[in-house]
Protein backbone atom coordinates (compact mmCIF):
# COMPACT_ATOMS: atom_id res chain seq x y z
CA UNK A 1 0.00 0.00 0.00
CA UNK A 2 1.11 3.48 -0.34
CA UNK A 3 1.67 6.77 2.21
CA UNK A 4 -1.42 8.82 2.30
CA UNK A 5 -0.41 12.42 2.05
CA UNK A 6 -2.16 15.98 0.62
CA UNK A 7 -2.58 16.40 -2.78
CA UNK A 8 -0.49 19.47 -3.12
CA UNK A 9 2.00 18.43 -0.39
CA UNK A 10 6.16 19.33 -2.29
CA UNK A 11 6.79 15.91 -0.93
CA UNK A 12 4.12 13.99 -2.98
CA UNK A 13 5.85 15.63 -6.29
CA UNK A 14 9.76 14.45 -5.51
CA UNK A 15 8.46 10.84 -4.34
CA UNK A 16 6.90 10.60 -7.07
CA UNK A 17 9.43 11.15 -9.65
CA UNK A 18 11.49 8.27 -6.81
CA UNK A 19 8.95 6.01 -8.03
CA UNK A 20 6.85 5.74 -4.35
CA UNK A 21 3.39 4.77 -5.13
CA UNK A 22 1.89 7.99 -2.96
CA UNK A 23 -1.96 7.77 -2.74
CA UNK A 24 -3.87 10.95 -2.24
CA UNK A 25 -6.81 11.63 -0.41
CA UNK A 26 -9.67 11.27 -3.09
CA UNK A 27 -8.17 7.60 -3.51
CA UNK A 28 -7.78 6.97 -0.13
CA UNK A 29 -11.21 7.83 0.83
CA UNK A 30 -12.35 4.94 -1.60
CA UNK A 31 -10.38 2.19 -0.02
CA UNK A 32 -12.65 0.10 2.68
CA UNK A 33 -9.48 -0.28 5.32
CA UNK A 34 -8.33 1.54 8.45
CA UNK A 35 -4.63 3.18 7.29
CA UNK A 36 -2.51 3.87 10.45
CA UNK A 37 -2.47 7.08 11.32
CA UNK A 38 0.77 8.38 12.07
CA UNK A 39 1.85 11.73 13.53
CA UNK A 40 5.02 13.46 12.69
CA UNK A 41 5.33 16.17 15.20
CA UNK A 42 8.50 18.09 12.92
CA UNK A 43 10.47 20.22 14.87
CA UNK A 44 13.20 20.57 12.12
CA UNK A 45 13.83 24.22 10.34
CA UNK A 46 13.66 22.63 6.53
CA UNK A 47 10.47 21.26 7.21
CA UNK A 48 9.99 19.89 3.45
CA UNK A 49 12.99 18.15 3.61
CA UNK A 50 12.44 16.36 6.64
CA UNK A 51 8.43 15.58 6.03
CA UNK A 52 9.77 13.95 2.77
CA UNK A 53 12.64 12.12 3.84
CA UNK A 54 10.38 10.45 6.57
CA UNK A 55 7.49 10.25 4.31
CA UNK A 56 9.84 8.13 1.75
CA UNK A 57 10.63 5.59 4.20
CA UNK A 58 6.74 5.41 5.48
CA UNK A 59 5.77 5.08 1.84
CA UNK A 60 8.04 2.01 1.18
CA UNK A 61 6.31 -0.22 3.29
CA UNK A 62 3.33 -2.53 2.98
CA UNK A 63 0.81 -0.50 4.57
CA UNK A 64 -1.43 2.00 4.14
CA UNK A 65 0.01 5.04 5.63
CA UNK A 66 -1.94 8.42 6.98
CA UNK A 67 0.65 10.97 7.77
CA UNK A 68 -0.62 14.01 9.72
CA UNK A 69 1.92 16.90 9.93
CA UNK A 70 2.09 18.28 13.49
CA UNK A 71 4.39 21.14 14.88
CA UNK A 72 4.47 22.69 18.33
CA UNK A 73 1.90 25.28 19.03
CA UNK A 74 3.20 28.31 19.71
CA UNK A 75 7.06 28.21 18.14
CA UNK A 76 7.27 29.86 15.05
CA UNK A 77 9.81 28.62 12.48
CA UNK A 78 11.87 30.86 10.83
CA UNK A 79 13.00 28.41 7.67
CA UNK A 80 9.78 27.07 6.42
CA UNK A 81 7.16 29.33 4.75
CA UNK A 82 3.85 30.29 6.91
CA UNK A 83 2.07 29.18 3.63
CA UNK A 84 3.35 25.91 4.11
CA UNK A 85 2.60 25.58 7.77
CA UNK A 86 -0.91 26.57 7.53
CA UNK A 87 -1.45 24.13 4.86
CA UNK A 88 -0.09 21.42 5.27
CA UNK A 89 0.80 21.58 9.77
CA UNK A 90 -1.72 20.99 12.54
CA UNK A 91 -0.61 22.62 15.66
CA UNK A 92 -0.49 20.12 18.49
CA UNK A 93 -3.16 21.81 20.87
CA UNK A 94 -5.37 20.99 17.37
CA UNK A 95 -4.60 17.11 17.92
CA UNK A 96 -4.19 16.35 21.19
CA UNK A 97 -7.88 15.34 21.54
CA UNK A 98 -6.98 12.82 18.95
CA UNK A 99 -5.48 9.18 18.86
CA UNK A 100 -2.52 7.86 16.69
CA UNK A 101 -1.52 4.28 15.81
CA UNK A 102 2.19 6.20 15.59
CA UNK A 103 4.04 9.12 16.73
CA UNK A 104 7.45 10.33 15.18
CA UNK A 105 9.67 13.06 16.93
CA UNK A 106 12.17 14.40 14.86
CA UNK A 107 15.18 16.52 16.17
CA UNK A 108 15.88 19.97 16.14
CA UNK A 109 19.31 22.27 16.16
CA UNK A 110 19.46 22.85 19.47
CA UNK A 111 21.80 20.28 20.89
CA UNK A 112 24.08 22.54 22.56
CA UNK A 113 21.15 23.74 24.87
CA UNK A 114 20.44 22.40 27.89
CA UNK A 115 17.08 20.67 27.48
CA UNK A 116 15.27 23.15 29.82
CA UNK A 117 16.25 26.51 27.89
CA UNK A 118 14.86 25.29 24.82
CA UNK A 119 11.93 27.51 24.33
CA UNK A 120 9.25 24.95 23.55
CA UNK A 121 10.56 22.18 26.29
CA UNK A 122 7.57 22.37 28.31
CA UNK A 123 4.91 21.60 25.58
CA UNK A 124 7.29 19.14 24.45
CA UNK A 125 7.06 17.23 27.50
CA UNK A 126 2.94 17.64 27.31
CA UNK A 127 3.81 15.71 24.20
CA UNK A 128 5.79 13.29 25.20
CA UNK A 129 3.26 12.39 28.42
CA UNK A 130 0.40 12.41 25.81
CA UNK A 131 2.09 10.09 23.43
CA UNK A 132 1.13 7.67 26.59
CA UNK A 133 -2.22 7.86 26.79
CA UNK A 134 -3.02 8.61 22.52
CA UNK A 135 -0.11 6.78 20.84
CA UNK A 136 0.65 2.82 20.41
CA UNK A 137 4.06 3.64 19.42
CA UNK A 138 6.64 6.19 19.30
CA UNK A 139 9.76 6.79 17.11
CA UNK A 140 12.01 9.42 18.34
CA UNK A 141 14.91 10.72 16.36
CA UNK A 142 18.31 12.28 16.96
CA UNK A 143 17.61 15.21 19.72
CA UNK A 144 14.27 14.19 19.81
CA UNK A 145 15.58 10.90 21.05
CA UNK A 146 17.73 12.62 23.95
CA UNK A 147 14.68 14.86 24.72
CA UNK A 148 12.65 11.57 25.27
CA UNK A 149 15.05 9.46 27.50
CA UNK A 150 15.77 12.51 29.59
CA UNK A 151 11.69 13.39 30.01
CA UNK A 152 11.28 9.61 30.73
CA UNK A 153 14.67 8.48 32.08
CA UNK A 154 16.48 11.57 33.42
CA UNK A 155 19.30 10.55 30.96
CA UNK A 156 21.50 13.92 30.92
CA UNK A 157 22.99 14.57 27.01
CA UNK A 158 26.74 15.53 26.80
CA UNK A 159 28.70 18.31 24.36
CA UNK A 160 30.75 16.55 21.48
CA UNK A 161 34.19 18.97 21.35
CA UNK A 162 33.32 18.50 17.37
CA UNK A 163 30.43 17.47 15.82
CA UNK A 164 30.08 13.87 14.96
CA UNK A 165 29.53 13.48 11.41
CA UNK A 166 29.66 11.11 8.32
CA UNK A 167 28.59 7.81 7.93
CA UNK A 168 29.45 5.08 10.99
CA UNK A 169 29.81 1.32 10.73
CA UNK A 170 27.22 0.34 13.44
CA UNK A 171 26.71 -2.84 15.17
CA UNK A 172 23.31 -5.04 15.48
CA UNK A 173 23.33 -5.84 19.32
CA UNK A 174 19.81 -7.40 19.12
CA UNK A 175 18.69 -9.23 15.44
CA UNK A 176 15.90 -10.94 17.44
CA UNK A 177 14.25 -7.97 18.37
CA UNK A 178 11.45 -6.65 16.49
CA UNK A 179 12.87 -3.74 15.19
CA UNK A 180 15.84 -4.77 14.53
CA UNK A 181 14.61 -8.08 12.26
CA UNK A 182 16.23 -8.46 8.86
CA UNK A 183 19.33 -5.54 9.53
CA UNK A 184 22.89 -7.42 9.28
CA UNK A 185 25.06 -7.76 11.96
CA UNK A 186 27.04 -4.22 10.89
CA UNK A 187 25.06 -1.85 8.73
CA UNK A 188 26.40 2.05 7.80
CA UNK A 189 24.37 4.56 9.57
CA UNK A 190 24.44 8.27 8.48
CA UNK A 191 25.08 10.06 11.92
CA UNK A 192 24.90 14.42 12.42
CA UNK A 193 25.04 15.95 15.84
CA UNK A 194 26.84 17.75 18.60
CA UNK A 195 25.85 15.87 21.67
CA UNK A 196 25.75 12.06 22.72
CA UNK A 197 24.33 10.34 25.45
CA UNK A 198 26.19 7.53 26.81
CA UNK A 199 25.55 3.69 27.94
CA UNK A 200 26.93 4.00 31.36
CA UNK A 201 24.27 6.83 32.38
CA UNK A 202 21.54 4.75 30.91
CA UNK A 203 19.74 3.58 34.53
CA UNK A 204 19.66 -0.10 35.26
CA UNK A 205 16.28 -1.63 36.14
CA UNK A 206 14.14 0.58 33.64
CA UNK A 207 13.78 -2.15 30.85
CA UNK A 208 16.43 0.21 28.48
CA UNK A 209 17.80 -1.65 25.79
CA UNK A 210 20.48 -1.06 23.49
CA UNK A 211 19.53 -2.44 19.92
CA UNK A 212 22.93 -0.91 17.90
CA UNK A 213 25.66 1.55 18.59
CA UNK A 214 29.22 2.17 17.01
CA UNK A 215 32.73 2.16 18.02
CA UNK A 216 33.34 5.57 17.00
CA UNK A 217 30.10 7.40 17.44
CA UNK A 218 28.31 5.45 20.37
CA UNK A 219 24.72 4.85 20.66
CA UNK A 220 22.47 4.50 17.65
CA UNK A 221 19.32 2.90 18.73
CA UNK A 222 17.77 2.15 22.25
CA UNK A 223 14.41 0.09 22.29
CA UNK A 224 11.40 1.57 25.79
CA UNK A 225 8.97 -0.97 25.75
CA UNK A 226 8.03 0.84 29.36
CA UNK A 227 6.47 3.86 26.88
CA UNK A 228 6.70 1.87 23.66
CA UNK A 229 9.54 3.98 22.13
CA UNK A 230 12.37 3.56 19.97
CA UNK A 231 14.55 6.44 19.97
CA UNK A 232 17.60 6.60 17.73
CA UNK A 233 20.11 8.80 17.96
CA UNK A 234 21.40 8.87 14.40
CA UNK A 235 19.42 9.24 10.67
CA UNK A 236 18.92 6.69 8.39
CA UNK A 237 16.27 8.55 6.76
CA UNK A 238 18.84 10.76 5.49
CA UNK A 239 18.94 11.07 1.85
CA UNK A 240 22.17 10.72 -0.32
CA UNK A 241 23.11 14.09 -0.46
CA UNK A 242 21.71 15.31 3.26
CA UNK A 243 25.50 14.93 4.90
CA UNK A 244 26.81 16.71 1.29
CA UNK A 245 24.32 19.96 2.29
CA UNK A 246 25.05 20.01 6.08
CA UNK A 247 28.68 20.66 4.81
CA UNK A 248 28.03 23.61 2.20
CA UNK A 249 25.62 24.94 5.09
CA UNK A 250 28.52 25.05 7.60
CA UNK A 251 31.12 26.24 4.91
CA UNK A 252 33.00 23.23 5.23
CA UNK A 253 33.74 23.39 8.99
CA UNK A 254 34.44 20.07 9.49
CA UNK A 255 34.08 17.37 7.02
CA UNK A 256 31.67 14.40 7.11
CA UNK A 257 33.94 11.02 7.61
CA UNK A 258 33.55 7.84 5.53
CA UNK A 259 31.39 9.85 3.11
CA UNK A 260 32.87 11.81 0.60
CA UNK A 261 34.76 9.14 -1.91
CA UNK A 262 38.74 9.39 -0.80
CA UNK A 263 37.08 12.45 1.42
CA UNK A 264 36.88 14.61 -0.93
CA UNK A 265 33.84 17.10 -0.80
CA UNK A 266 33.85 17.38 -4.88
CA UNK A 267 32.81 13.51 -5.25
CA UNK A 268 29.40 12.25 -5.32
CA UNK A 269 28.45 10.31 -2.12
CA UNK A 270 27.59 6.43 -1.94
CA UNK A 271 24.24 6.39 -0.32
CA UNK A 272 25.25 2.47 1.85
CA UNK A 273 22.58 2.64 4.25
CA UNK A 274 19.17 3.19 2.08
CA UNK A 275 18.12 -0.14 2.56
CA UNK A 276 18.67 -0.19 6.50
CA UNK A 277 16.73 2.77 6.73
CA UNK A 278 13.55 1.21 4.95
CA UNK A 279 14.29 -1.91 6.89
CA UNK A 280 13.99 -0.24 10.21
CA UNK A 281 10.81 1.99 9.16
CA UNK A 282 9.31 -1.11 8.10
CA UNK A 283 9.59 -2.99 11.16
CA UNK A 284 8.44 -0.49 13.09
CA UNK A 285 5.57 0.32 10.91
CA UNK A 286 4.76 -3.73 10.88
CA UNK A 287 5.05 -3.79 14.66
CA UNK A 288 2.58 -1.02 14.51
CA UNK A 289 0.33 -2.53 12.81
CA UNK A 290 0.71 -5.61 13.98
CA UNK A 291 -0.43 -4.72 17.81
CA UNK A 292 -2.12 -1.44 17.50
CA UNK A 293 -5.93 -2.22 18.49
CA UNK A 294 -8.18 -1.93 15.68
CA UNK A 295 -10.82 0.63 17.12
CA UNK A 296 -8.97 4.26 17.24
CA UNK A 297 -10.62 4.87 20.75
CA UNK A 298 -8.88 1.66 22.28
CA UNK A 299 -5.20 2.90 21.72
CA UNK A 300 -3.77 4.35 25.37
CA UNK A 301 -5.78 1.82 27.20
CA UNK A 302 -3.96 -0.46 29.46
Known sequence: MPIRIADNLPARRTLEAEGVIVMGETEAARQDIRPLRVALLNLMPDKITTETQIARVLGATPLQVELELVRISDHVSKNTAAGHLAAFYRPWCEVKAEKFDGLIVTGAPVETLPFEDVTYWDELRRILDWSQTHVHRTLA???????????????????????????????????????????????????????????????????????AESDDTGLCLIDDPAHNALHMFNHLEYDTLTLAGEYARDEGGYLPQHYFPGDDPKGHPVNTWRGHGHLLFGNWINETYQTTPFAMGDIGRA
Open 141 to 211: VCWGAMAALHHFHGVEKHELAAKASGVFRHHNRAPANPWMRGLPDVFDVPVSRWSEMRREDLPEGRGLHVL
